[in-house]
């Protein structure tokens, strides 16, 4: 059994609580929500007040919360917090209901509740609180009659925003996560200005960059996610833009459109793949095996095995499959008469085979070395009318301009993106205890959206290469 949402004040809700041991009450309440006989209030009234199911943690005798280890399922942990293997099996069964257990992590925390029978003493299983997601919890109970049932508990999210500026060092990551950004913002923030600059070898020492991004607290205040990027800048010896986040009602396509109008994206990506070092660039080269020099007709990008590879624009397959020295290799015709293709791959991901449609930035395979290859990375190549050109250096074709009621809708959306980003970096200034700080400049800055300051010092270190 299991109910979908957590209805507080609902009677069915409130007798498997109270079946459960996680709230007493002396006898059943009334329909009207009077207080029963014994003079103790109301369960549903006493639900009802409730706005997070830690408000019910504190009535249970005893608590423990455990991670999940590596190769350990939810039965594993149950096992390690002792409780009975056909109660711990009633739970997990339940919990499935509304959670696929499949996709618990290492190191999520799992809450049981237990209590010890004063009749003959053993320990009984009564509760479980699982957390899959940031914003939602799934609580498990068991029923006067011994049976489990499973409820979803949604925080209530107050929407806020973080502004994060900086100078960077040696990696835009580790400057954006000192500074308070997740891994999704700046793979957000790599994915708008990964079309027109190649982070690995054209960021400089010195380039500054800003974000502004939304964030999720819950009824205590206290930060459970981060959201959508609205606002990306970069000002660098190679690259100076802004992109704004913006919905065109015509098409429901988020995109990042600069000041104009224009889409960050291209017609092909620059590099197919993250976090990958260019080992080999295009040209006459000596063959590393075959020892005499040929045209290396693309690029390649050493990575570790299992790396994913993108398709660098929208396109059909062409081919994909074992192809000679290349090994497993994937090829895509575009528009205007490009095609790009992938080789030396470890496989393919679900569905790559000749025919199907592709778009920019999906996941076609992984970085391997089959075929003719040293060791692990991706041989890249694009051609223009079946003759093989320099990916590192082609001029792109841009993608859309907005033009008539998307660039009105668009201009407004800037301008209030504008204020929230101006607005956050006044607090910045009016709070920070350092005269100099400039988040567009050489020290980095963070503020949230109630003007508060980081508490870490206004400077950065020395940091690794982007993830």
Known sequence: MKHTLFEWGIGATAAVLLG??????????????????????????????????????????????LSIRRNETLSGLLDRIGAPREEANGAVYAAGQLMDLRKVRPGENVTAWLETDPADGQVRLTGLSLRPEAERQVLVSRTTSGDWVSHELLAKLTPGINYVAGQIEQSIYET??????????????????????????????????????????????????????????????????????????????VDYFDETGQSAKKFLMKTP????????????????????????????????????????????????GPFGSYGNYIRIRHANGYQTAYAHMKGFARGMRP?????????????????????????????????????????????RKLEGEPLEAFLAERDRIDALRDGTRNELFTVSTDPAADPSGGDVARVNSSGTPDARPPSISSASETR
């Open 355 to 399: 025919g199907a449609v592709v778009k920019q930035g999906q996941v076609i395979g992984y970085v391997g070395t089959t075929g003719r290859s040293t060791g692990p990375h991706l041989h890249y190549e694009v051609y223009i009318n079946n003759k093989p050109v320099n990916a590192m250096s082609l001029k792109l074709p841009t993608g």
């Open 20 to 65: 459960s041991g996680l709230i007493f009450a002396a006898s059943a309440a009334g329909s009207d929500g009077s207080v029963g006989t014994s003079g103790l209030p109301d369960p549903r009234a006493l639900l009802s007040t409730l706005t997070s199911f830690d408000h019910l943690e504190n009535n249970l005798p005893l608590e423990k919360t």
């Open 176 to 253: 954006a996560l000192s500074q308070g950004a997740t891994d999704q913002q700046v793979v957000d923030y790599a994915d708008v200005f990964g079309y027109d600059i190649d982070f690995q070898r054209e960021m400089r020492s010195g380039d500054t960059f800003s974000m502004l991004y939304e964030t999720y607290v819950d009824e205590r205040g206290e930060p459970v996610k981060t959201g959508a990027l609205l606002y990306a800048s970069m000002d660098g010896e190679a690259l100076k833009k802004q992109f704004y986040r913006f919905t065109p009602a015509d098409d429901g396509q």
């Open 273 to 320: 793949i993250n976090g990958a070092r260019l080992s080999s660039s295009f040209g006459n080269r000596r063959h590393p095996i075959l020892g005499y020099t040929k045209l290396h007709k693309g690029t390649d990008f050493a990575a570790p095995p299992g790396t994913p590879i993108y398709a660098a624009g929208n396109g059909r397959i062409e081919r994909a």
